[in-house]
């Protein structure tokens, strides 16, 4: 990891860094940084990397760099280029933080009652009921397929996906997944991390693990609603509240998930809400869209120039 030092930290002091002066009007602090980043660059820095653990560069190892070094003045004009690059990449890294800490907000003041939706004819939605969990929900065991349907991964960060579209290295023979379970696209399952990271949801049709536990509304319900609900903080510390004493490596119940219960707004308030949070998602999807972009375009050009 290389940076520039900022002009206000002349002077200041450091430990455990190899501290480069480059030579004036001959090489821009800002070039060399940008090069150092690149990942041809860093692929020859760390093959200059001495010492065990961690290791260290230093400055013998240093003098045997190779460096790409066109005139002042175009390293000036590069760097310039690629740092209103990293600027965009900031302003866009920013911008998803905020919409991620609007969205948890938002749903924190919604789900506790404090911000209530209108119907389309500005009346207002009768007060929330409270159910069970076995109240909305049922468990299914459908273990009818012919090992054809895709096996599907239970992973916090995105809900049941099939394995081999995030690259899940585990393998299965046909026998165990001739008892895996049917998951329909819609569904909900308690795996190993809920008391973690709350009820995982499918958009895909699939099979899973016989060891997680499937639920399915056997009510009219917004899915999209109890998706988001379901992964709050606030459910998950029910969760734990209710399994206390099981660690790492052991189910939830069925039974301990329905002794929890959980709100329901009528259908179309479910669906309000639903829409509201559906829509700031969005705009983190089309952020999030733009910052893989530039990050790709950056290193996409730091490749070709820094060969």
């Known amino acids: 990891m290389t940076c520039v030092v900022p002009s206000e930290y002349k002077n200041a002091q450091t430990f455990t860094t190899l501290i480069v002066t480059p030579k004036k009007n001959y090489l821009s602090s800002k070039f060399l940084n940008q090069t150092m980043h690149s990942d041809n660059k860093s692929s020859a820095t760390n093959r200059l990397v001495t010492g065990g653990g961690k290791g260290n560069l230093n400055s013998t190892a240093l003098k045997t760099y190779p460096m790409f070094c ?21 302003q866009l890294t920013k911008k998803e933080a905020l919409l991620s800490s609007y969205k948890n907000g938002v749903m924190q003041k919604i789900f506790s009652g404090e911000i209530r939706f209108k119907a389309d004819d500005g009346n207002e939605f009768c007060d929330w009921e409270w159910k069970y969990g076995n109240e909305i929900f049922e468990t299914i065991t459908n273990k009818n397929h012919n090992s054809d349907l895709p096996v ?8 049941a996906i099939p394995r081999d579209m995030i690259n899940y290295q585990i393998s299965v023979t046909d026998k165990s997944v001739a008892t895996y379970k049917v998951v329909e696209i819609g569904d909900f399952i308690i795996s190993l991390r809920s008391f973690q990271g709350g009820i995982e949801y499918s958009n895909y049709k699939g099979i899973c693990s016989p060891a ?9 319900v917004d899915d999209r609603f109890y998706k988001l609900y379901l992964k709050t903080d606030n459910y998950i510390k029910q969760l734990n509240k209710n399994i206390e004493g099981i660690r790492d490596g052991k189910m939830i119940s069925f039974k301990q998930f329905s002794e929890i219960i959980l709100p329901f707004p009528s259908i179309e308030e479910q669906t309000k809400i639903a829409n509201f949070l559906s829509s700031i998602d969005s705009k983190m999807e089309q952020v999030q869209k733009q910052l893989n972009y530039i990050k790709e375009f950056k290193k996409a050009l730091l490749q070709q120039m820094f060969v």
């Open 212 to 220: 997680y536990i499937i639920l399915r509304p056997h009510i009219e």
């Open 70 to 90: 066109p005139s002042f003045k175009e390293q000036e004009k590069i760097a310039s280029f690629l740092t209103s690059v990293d600027t965009k990449i900031e």
């Open 152 to 159: 599907l991964a239970i992973t916090q960060e995105y809900g």
